[in-house]
């Protein structure tokens, strides 16, 4: 069976934080995810979390101001102590949330030093993080970005993430796989899915082109729900794309009645 969340930092955005996470129970969603709620009352966010009963597969640690094209700064050594600080503020969140994955977005290249140089801050800072991620029970995230939309980041792809990946050699760093970003730089989502799910440990998903909903580009999307279902994994696909309309009509690729759960056979049925 596919498990499915919503991101309520792509979906219901005309509306308030709290007032998204409220939305998403109402339309029949049990698990959420978000980027960094920057700006945003922690404790507000916390409450409704709990009192919705809703569970958090994921969220993003700080990565600057998204909205102005910044993508971490893991990669910045004169932003070191900065990392150091929000990370653990959002090792702290995800405590409270109940919430075992926090993605930490590496960075776009601060054009000063040399990318492996930069590769190198951002090892040092994970390596740095992994045993309190470890002592919290809490999963690193890294994820690649399709280099067209975020031309400066530093990683753009599967294998690159893999090798940093390789060298922090730990149980709690797993890659986020974004079938929208990936399709974009390397097509063959289906089967890389297929070869490296035991190094993944988050999915998300936006049709290509346009970042909507499943169903409004090219991607064939009983191929990639098969290879999800058939390799084993058993996390999350998180719904991260920008509706074609609305937020609420957007959901209408999915079974007739169906949001948390359902099997990829299922897909197409209405």
């Given at each position: 069976?596919?498990?499915?969340?919503?991101?309520?930092?792509?979906?219901?955005?005309?509306?308030?934080?709290?007032?998204?996470?409220?939305?998403?129970?109402?339309?029949?969603?049990?698990?959420?995810e978000?980027?960094?709620?920057?700006?945003?009352?922690?404790?507000?966010?916390?409450?409704?979390?709990?009192?919705?009963?809703?569970?958090?597969?994921?969220?993003?640690?700080?990565?600057?101001?998204?909205?102005?094209?910044?993508?971490?700064?893991?990669?910045?050594?004169?932003?070191?102590?900065?990392?150091?600080?929000?990370?653990q503020?959002?090792?702290?969140?995800?405590?409270?949330?109940?919430?075992?994955?926090?993605?930490?977005?590496?960075?776009?290249?601060?054009?000063?030093?040399?990318?492996?140089?930069?590769?190198?801050?951002?090892?040092?800072?994970?390596?740095?993080?992994?045993?309190?991620?470890?002592?919290?029970g809490?999963?690193?995230?890294?994820?690649p970005?399709?280099?067209?939309?975020?031309?400066?980041?530093?990683?753009?792809?599967?294998?690159?993430?893999?090798?940093?990946?390789?060298?922090?050699?730990?149980?709690?760093?797993?890659?986020?796989?974004?079938?929208?970003h990936?399709?974009?730089?390397?097509?063959?989502?289906?089967?890389?899915?297929?070869?490296?799910?035991?190094?993944?440990?988050?999915?998300?998903?936006?049709?290509?082109?346009?970042?909507?909903?499943?169903?409004t580009?090219?991607?064939?999307?009983?191929?990639?729900?098969?290879?999800?279902?058939?390799?084993?994994?058993?996390?999350?696909?998180?719904?991260?794309?920008?509706?074609n309309?609305?937020?609420?009509?957007?959901?209408?690729?999915?079974?007739?009645?169906?949001?948390?759960?359902?099997?990829?056979?299922?897909?197409?049925?209405?």
């Amino acid at each position: 069976m596919l498990r499915f969340d919503v991101n309520v930092s792509m979906l219901w955005r005309e509306l308030p934080f709290v007032a998204r996470l409220e939305k998403a129970a109402n339309a029949g969603f049990d698990t959420v995810e978000f980027l960094w709620p920057r700006g945003e009352d922690l404790n507000e966010i916390v409450r409704t979390i709990q009192d919705l009963r809703l569970r958090v597969a994921l969220h993003n640690m700080d990565a600057g101001d998204i909205g102005k094209g910044e993508r971490g700064y893991a990669n910045d050594p004169s932003r070191r102590d900065e990392w150091r600080d929000k990370f653990q503020e959002a090792i702290a969140l995800a405590q409270r949330v109940g919430c075992s994955r926090v993605n930490c977005l590496v960075g776009n290249d601060v054009g000063t030093l040399a990318r492996d140089e930069q590769l190198a801050v951002v090892e040092e800072n994970l390596q740095w993080a992994l045993p309190l991620a470890t002592d919290a029970g809490i999963i690193l995230m890294i994820e690649p970005l399709n280099l067209f939309e975020s031309p400066k980041y530093l990683l753009g792809g599967t294998q690159d993430t893999l090798a940093l990946m390789r060298r922090l050699d730990s149980d709690f760093v797993q890659l986020q796989y974004d079938v929208y970003h990936m399709q974009r730089m390397e097509d063959h989502v289906a089967l890389t899915i297929r070869q490296h799910v035991h190094e993944i440990g988050h999915i998300q998903i936006a049709d290509n082109p346009g970042r909507h909903e499943p169903g409004t580009g090219a991607i064939d999307w009983r191929e990639v729900f098969t290879a999800i279902e058939d390799s084993g994994y058993n996390g999350f696909v998180g719904l991260e794309y920008v509706p074609n309309t609305n937020a609420d009509d957007s959901f209408n690729w999915m079974p007739k009645g169906k949001r948390s759960e359902w099997s990829a056979s299922e897909f197409g049925e209405r």
